[in-house]
Protein backbone atom coordinates (compact mmCIF):
# COMPACT_ATOMS: atom_id res chain seq x y z
CA UNK A 1 0.00 0.00 0.00
CA UNK A 2 2.81 2.22 -0.18
CA UNK A 3 3.20 2.91 -3.76
CA UNK A 4 1.81 5.27 -5.39
CA UNK A 5 0.23 3.23 -8.03
CA UNK A 6 -1.68 0.72 -5.31
CA UNK A 7 -3.02 3.97 -3.09
CA UNK A 8 -4.40 5.29 -6.57
CA UNK A 9 -5.92 1.96 -7.46
CA UNK A 10 -7.35 1.75 -3.46
CA UNK A 11 -8.55 5.31 -3.40
CA UNK A 12 -10.63 5.43 -6.19
CA UNK A 13 -11.68 1.79 -6.67
CA UNK A 14 -12.49 1.25 -2.98
CA UNK A 15 -15.23 3.17 -2.33
CA UNK A 16 -17.72 2.96 -5.33
CA UNK A 17 -16.64 -0.95 -5.67
CA UNK A 18 -17.99 -1.16 -1.59
CA UNK A 19 -20.59 0.33 -2.12
CA UNK A 20 -21.70 -1.06 -5.39
CA UNK A 21 -21.32 -4.73 -3.73
CA UNK A 22 -23.81 -3.15 -0.60
CA UNK A 23 -26.24 -1.99 -3.16
CA UNK A 24 -26.26 -5.72 -4.78
CA UNK A 25 -26.61 -7.27 -1.48
CA UNK A 26 -29.44 -4.92 -0.05
CA UNK A 27 -31.43 -5.12 -3.38
CA UNK A 28 -31.53 -9.01 -2.75
CA UNK A 29 -32.02 -8.68 0.72
CA UNK A 30 -34.88 -6.33 -0.31
CA UNK A 31 -36.46 -8.45 -2.66
CA UNK A 32 -39.31 -9.04 -1.32
CA UNK A 33 -40.03 -5.47 0.76
CA UNK A 34 -39.11 -3.75 -2.74
CA UNK A 35 -41.89 -2.47 -5.37
CA UNK A 36 -41.26 -3.03 -9.36
CA UNK A 37 -40.86 0.96 -9.50
CA UNK A 38 -38.71 2.70 -6.69
CA UNK A 39 -38.76 6.46 -6.63
CA UNK A 40 -36.10 8.30 -8.72
CA UNK A 41 -36.95 12.29 -8.52
CA UNK A 42 -38.12 14.07 -6.02
CA UNK A 43 -40.39 17.67 -7.26
CA UNK A 44 -40.30 21.00 -5.69
CA UNK A 45 -42.66 19.96 -3.29
CA UNK A 46 -40.14 17.09 -1.61
CA UNK A 47 -42.86 14.11 -2.51
CA UNK A 48 -41.68 11.83 -5.10
CA UNK A 49 -43.05 12.45 -8.86
CA UNK A 50 -40.82 9.85 -11.16
CA UNK A 51 -39.85 6.43 -10.68
CA UNK A 52 -37.85 3.66 -12.28
CA UNK A 53 -38.13 0.08 -12.50
CA UNK A 54 -35.94 -1.45 -9.76
CA UNK A 55 -33.96 -4.00 -12.67
CA UNK A 56 -33.33 -1.38 -15.12
CA UNK A 57 -31.82 1.12 -12.68
CA UNK A 58 -30.04 -1.50 -11.02
CA UNK A 59 -28.08 -2.15 -14.16
CA UNK A 60 -27.58 1.31 -15.63
CA UNK A 61 -26.64 3.14 -12.13
CA UNK A 62 -23.97 0.13 -11.42
CA UNK A 63 -22.75 0.13 -14.92
CA UNK A 64 -22.24 4.36 -15.07
CA UNK A 65 -20.68 3.76 -11.38
CA UNK A 66 -17.93 0.94 -12.31
CA UNK A 67 -17.54 3.11 -15.88
CA UNK A 68 -16.57 6.35 -13.89
CA UNK A 69 -14.42 4.79 -11.55
CA UNK A 70 -12.43 3.08 -14.37
CA UNK A 71 -12.17 6.27 -16.58
CA UNK A 72 -10.91 8.37 -12.99
CA UNK A 73 -8.46 5.66 -12.09
CA UNK A 74 -7.26 5.65 -15.45
CA UNK A 75 -7.22 9.97 -15.93
CA UNK A 76 -5.28 9.36 -12.51
CA UNK A 77 -2.10 7.45 -13.59
CA UNK A 78 -2.00 9.12 -16.71
CA UNK A 79 -1.50 12.74 -14.97
CA UNK A 80 0.86 10.88 -12.07
CA UNK A 81 2.75 9.27 -15.10
CA UNK A 82 3.23 12.50 -17.39
CA UNK A 83 4.41 14.14 -13.71
CA UNK A 84 1.26 16.33 -13.18
CA UNK A 85 1.02 14.86 -9.76
CA UNK A 86 -1.86 13.64 -7.76
CA UNK A 87 -3.84 15.94 -5.63
CA UNK A 88 -5.52 14.08 -2.61
CA UNK A 89 -8.91 16.28 -3.01
CA UNK A 90 -9.44 15.92 -6.34
CA UNK A 91 -8.93 11.91 -6.31
CA UNK A 92 -11.38 12.45 -3.36
CA UNK A 93 -14.23 14.26 -5.96
CA UNK A 94 -13.87 11.94 -7.92
CA UNK A 95 -14.26 8.93 -6.29
CA UNK A 96 -17.72 10.55 -4.54
CA UNK A 97 -18.49 11.45 -8.07
CA UNK A 98 -18.27 8.35 -9.28
CA UNK A 99 -19.96 6.44 -6.41
CA UNK A 100 -23.26 8.88 -6.97
CA UNK A 101 -24.92 6.58 -9.57
CA UNK A 102 -24.86 3.93 -7.21
CA UNK A 103 -25.67 6.07 -4.42
CA UNK A 104 -28.97 6.63 -5.99
CA UNK A 105 -29.94 3.16 -6.35
CA UNK A 106 -29.39 3.14 -3.19
CA UNK A 107 -31.63 6.13 -1.99
CA UNK A 108 -33.91 4.86 -4.02
CA UNK A 109 -34.59 1.77 -2.61
CA UNK A 110 -34.01 3.16 1.09
CA UNK A 111 -36.76 5.63 0.17
CA UNK A 112 -39.22 3.00 -0.98
CA UNK A 113 -38.94 0.26 1.23
CA UNK A 114 -41.98 -1.62 2.10
CA UNK A 115 -43.78 1.41 0.40
CA UNK A 116 -47.26 0.30 -1.32
CA UNK A 117 -45.88 1.95 -5.04
CA UNK A 118 -43.20 4.48 -5.20
CA UNK A 119 -45.92 7.44 -4.71
CA UNK A 120 -45.48 6.46 -1.40
CA UNK A 121 -41.51 6.81 -0.92
CA UNK A 122 -40.22 9.07 1.82
CA UNK A 123 -39.60 12.71 0.95
CA UNK A 124 -36.75 14.35 -0.42
CA UNK A 125 -35.42 15.40 3.47
CA UNK A 126 -34.80 11.81 3.66
CA UNK A 127 -33.31 10.93 0.39
CA UNK A 128 -30.91 14.04 -0.56
CA UNK A 129 -28.88 14.04 2.90
CA UNK A 130 -28.22 10.32 1.95
CA UNK A 131 -27.29 10.55 -1.43
CA UNK A 132 -24.98 13.39 -0.48
CA UNK A 133 -23.86 11.63 2.60
CA UNK A 134 -23.28 8.39 0.67
CA UNK A 135 -20.96 10.30 -1.75
CA UNK A 136 -18.97 12.13 1.32
CA UNK A 137 -18.41 9.01 2.80
CA UNK A 138 -16.95 7.41 -0.66
CA UNK A 139 -15.08 10.79 -1.50
CA UNK A 140 -13.63 11.09 2.65
CA UNK A 141 -12.36 7.48 2.21
CA UNK A 142 -10.38 8.49 -0.75
CA UNK A 143 -8.94 10.94 0.43
CA UNK A 144 -7.48 9.38 3.74
CA UNK A 145 -5.99 6.95 1.32
CA UNK A 146 -4.88 8.50 -1.99
CA UNK A 147 -1.19 9.58 -2.13
CA UNK A 148 -0.32 13.63 -2.48
CA UNK A 149 2.41 13.18 -4.99
CA UNK A 150 3.64 17.01 -6.07
CA UNK A 151 3.86 17.65 -9.53
CA UNK A 152 7.41 17.28 -11.66
CA UNK A 153 8.07 21.24 -13.04
CA UNK A 154 9.36 20.22 -16.64
CA UNK A 155 8.60 23.73 -18.34
CA UNK A 156 8.84 26.57 -16.03
CA UNK A 157 7.17 29.37 -17.58
CA UNK A 158 7.42 31.29 -14.08
CA UNK A 159 9.93 34.41 -14.01
CA UNK A 160 11.17 34.96 -10.73
CA UNK A 161 11.56 38.46 -9.42
CA UNK A 162 14.73 37.99 -6.72
CA UNK A 163 13.99 41.16 -4.36
CA UNK A 164 12.61 44.87 -4.16
CA UNK A 165 15.60 45.52 -2.54
CA UNK A 166 13.86 45.61 0.60
CA UNK A 167 16.60 45.51 3.51
CA UNK A 168 17.12 43.69 6.26
CA UNK A 169 15.85 45.72 9.13
CA UNK A 170 13.11 47.35 7.09
CA UNK A 171 9.26 46.49 6.75
CA UNK A 172 7.34 46.17 4.17
CA UNK A 173 3.15 45.78 3.22
CA UNK A 174 1.75 45.52 -0.46
CA UNK A 175 -1.66 46.12 -1.16
CA UNK A 176 -2.68 45.40 -5.07
CA UNK A 177 -5.16 43.18 -7.36
CA UNK A 178 -7.25 43.99 -10.40
CA UNK A 179 -10.49 44.61 -11.60
CA UNK A 180 -12.51 43.76 -14.79
CA UNK A 181 -15.11 46.34 -15.57
CA UNK A 182 -16.03 44.92 -18.63
CA UNK A 183 -16.42 41.03 -16.67
CA UNK A 184 -18.96 42.74 -14.20
CA UNK A 185 -20.96 44.44 -17.29
CA UNK A 186 -20.70 41.41 -19.05
CA UNK A 187 -22.94 39.47 -16.15
CA UNK A 188 -24.72 41.83 -15.41
CA UNK A 189 -26.23 42.82 -18.70
CA UNK A 190 -25.79 38.95 -20.66
CA UNK A 191 -28.87 37.84 -18.81
CA UNK A 192 -31.79 40.42 -19.90
CA UNK A 193 -30.39 39.86 -23.12
CA UNK A 194 -30.50 36.05 -23.62
CA UNK A 195 -34.11 35.96 -21.84
CA UNK A 196 -34.93 38.61 -24.65
CA UNK A 197 -33.33 37.33 -27.64
CA UNK A 198 -35.55 33.88 -26.38
CA UNK A 199 -38.60 36.17 -25.66
CA UNK A 200 -38.16 36.69 -28.96
CA UNK A 201 -37.73 33.50 -30.76
CA UNK A 202 -40.50 31.95 -28.96
CA UNK A 203 -43.08 35.22 -29.13
CA UNK A 204 -43.65 34.49 -25.79
CA UNK A 205 -43.24 37.97 -23.30
CA UNK A 206 -41.19 37.04 -20.29
CA UNK A 207 -42.36 37.19 -16.62
CA UNK A 208 -41.08 38.97 -13.85
CA UNK A 209 -40.28 35.47 -12.11
CA UNK A 210 -38.29 33.78 -14.94
CA UNK A 211 -36.41 36.67 -15.35
CA UNK A 212 -35.33 37.08 -11.86
CA UNK A 213 -33.27 33.91 -11.21
CA UNK A 214 -31.15 34.76 -14.59
CA UNK A 215 -30.78 38.24 -13.37
CA UNK A 216 -29.80 37.14 -9.30
CA UNK A 217 -27.08 34.81 -10.92
CA UNK A 218 -25.59 37.75 -13.25
CA UNK A 219 -25.42 39.87 -10.52
CA UNK A 220 -23.69 37.48 -8.01
CA UNK A 221 -21.21 36.74 -10.46
CA UNK A 222 -20.10 40.13 -11.21
CA UNK A 223 -19.63 40.85 -7.44
CA UNK A 224 -18.60 37.21 -7.27
CA UNK A 225 -15.23 37.13 -9.95
CA UNK A 226 -15.26 40.55 -11.39
CA UNK A 227 -11.72 41.92 -8.67
CA UNK A 228 -8.84 40.17 -7.47
CA UNK A 229 -7.33 41.25 -4.00
CA UNK A 230 -4.37 41.02 -2.41
CA UNK A 231 -2.08 41.98 0.78
CA UNK A 232 1.34 40.95 1.37
CA UNK A 233 2.80 41.46 4.64
CA UNK A 234 5.91 39.73 7.28
CA UNK A 235 3.09 37.42 8.15
CA UNK A 236 1.67 35.80 5.00
CA UNK A 237 -0.58 36.62 1.59
CA UNK A 238 -4.04 36.99 1.79
CA UNK A 239 -5.92 36.53 -1.86
CA UNK A 240 -9.66 37.86 -1.56
CA UNK A 241 -12.02 36.91 -4.93
CA UNK A 242 -14.24 39.26 -5.35
CA UNK A 243 -16.08 42.27 -3.91
CA UNK A 244 -17.09 40.93 -0.55
CA UNK A 245 -13.47 38.87 -0.23
CA UNK A 246 -14.83 35.51 -0.58
CA UNK A 247 -13.59 32.94 -1.40
CA UNK A 248 -9.78 34.31 0.06
CA UNK A 249 -7.22 32.15 0.64
CA UNK A 250 -4.45 32.71 3.07
CA UNK A 251 -1.06 31.52 2.65
CA UNK A 252 2.14 31.61 5.27
CA UNK A 253 5.06 32.81 4.02
CA UNK A 254 6.59 29.82 6.02
CA UNK A 255 5.01 27.46 3.18
CA UNK A 256 6.47 29.46 0.10
CA UNK A 257 9.70 29.00 -1.66
CA UNK A 258 9.71 31.44 -4.19
CA UNK A 259 7.34 33.99 -5.96
CA UNK A 260 7.57 35.16 -9.31
CA UNK A 261 5.21 36.52 -12.43
CA UNK A 262 3.29 34.55 -15.01
CA UNK A 263 1.10 35.65 -18.20
CA UNK A 264 -1.89 33.80 -18.34
CA UNK A 265 -4.98 33.40 -21.10
CA UNK A 266 -8.25 34.22 -20.77
CA UNK A 267 -9.48 30.73 -20.48
CA UNK A 268 -6.56 29.22 -19.26
CA UNK A 269 -6.51 27.09 -15.76
CA UNK A 270 -9.92 26.42 -16.53
CA UNK A 271 -11.75 30.03 -17.16
CA UNK A 272 -12.44 32.60 -14.19
CA UNK A 273 -12.71 32.71 -10.90
CA UNK A 274 -11.17 30.49 -8.34
CA UNK A 275 -9.47 26.96 -10.24
CA UNK A 276 -8.37 24.38 -9.03
CA UNK A 277 -6.19 22.20 -12.22
CA UNK A 278 -5.28 18.57 -12.03
CA UNK A 279 -1.58 19.64 -10.53
CA UNK A 280 -3.33 21.06 -7.55
CA UNK A 281 -2.34 24.58 -8.68
CA UNK A 282 -5.19 27.01 -7.97
CA UNK A 283 -5.37 30.23 -9.49
CA UNK A 284 -7.62 33.26 -8.56
CA UNK A 285 -8.78 35.11 -11.90
CA UNK A 286 -10.44 37.67 -13.18
CA UNK A 287 -9.00 38.55 -16.20
CA UNK A 288 -6.14 37.75 -18.50
CA UNK A 289 -2.88 38.83 -18.59
CA UNK A 290 -0.10 39.14 -15.88
CA UNK A 291 -0.12 37.08 -12.31
CA UNK A 292 1.55 36.52 -9.52
CA UNK A 293 2.56 33.20 -8.95
CA UNK A 294 3.70 31.79 -5.13
CA UNK A 295 5.18 28.38 -5.54
CA UNK A 296 4.92 26.54 -2.25
CA UNK A 297 7.05 23.79 -0.40
CA UNK A 298 4.86 21.69 -1.63
CA UNK A 299 5.76 22.36 -5.35
CA UNK A 300 2.23 23.58 -6.08
CA UNK A 301 1.00 26.78 -6.68
CA UNK A 302 -1.21 29.76 -5.92
CA UNK A 303 -1.80 32.07 -8.65
CA UNK A 304 -3.49 35.70 -8.65
CA UNK A 305 -4.15 38.31 -11.29
CA UNK A 306 -3.10 41.64 -10.28
CA UNK A 307 -1.51 44.25 -11.58
CA UNK A 308 1.96 44.87 -11.10
CA UNK A 309 2.93 41.68 -10.32
CA UNK A 310 6.51 42.16 -10.26
CA UNK A 311 6.52 43.77 -6.82
CA UNK A 312 4.64 41.83 -5.35
CA UNK A 313 6.91 38.96 -6.19
CA UNK A 314 9.85 40.38 -5.25
CA UNK A 315 8.15 41.33 -2.40
CA UNK A 316 7.25 38.29 -1.34
CA UNK A 317 10.79 36.99 -1.93
CA UNK A 318 12.46 39.75 0.66
CA UNK A 319 10.10 38.58 3.08
CA UNK A 320 10.67 34.89 2.52
CA UNK A 321 14.34 35.19 2.97
CA UNK A 322 13.84 37.66 6.00
CA UNK A 323 12.36 34.97 8.03
CA UNK A 324 14.75 32.26 6.80
CA UNK A 325 17.62 34.54 8.25
CA UNK A 326 15.30 34.79 11.38
CA UNK A 327 14.97 31.49 12.02
CA UNK A 328 18.70 30.69 11.43
Known amino acids: MRSVPMRVVAALLSGPVLLTVAALALRNAWADRLPDEVATHW ?40 GRGVHRPLLG ?16 MVSTLDAASWEDAAGAATTVPLLLGLGLVVGALAWLVAPDVPPQRRRDDVVTVESVGLAAHERATWVG ?62 IRMGL ?12 VTSAGTTTLTLLGNGGLGVRLNASGDVAFKCRGGEALVLTLSTKRRV ?16 LVRQARDRAS
Open 177 to 238: GTTNAGLAVICVVAPPVVIAIVSALSGTAPTWSSALVPLLVGALAAVGIASVRVTIDEKAVS
Open 303 to 318: IATVDHPDQAAGLVND
Open 93 to 108: LAAGVAALPVATLVTS
Open 244 to 255: LGYPRRTVPLSD
Open 43 to 82: GPSGTPDQATGLAPLTTWTVAITLALTVAVTVTAFVLWRT
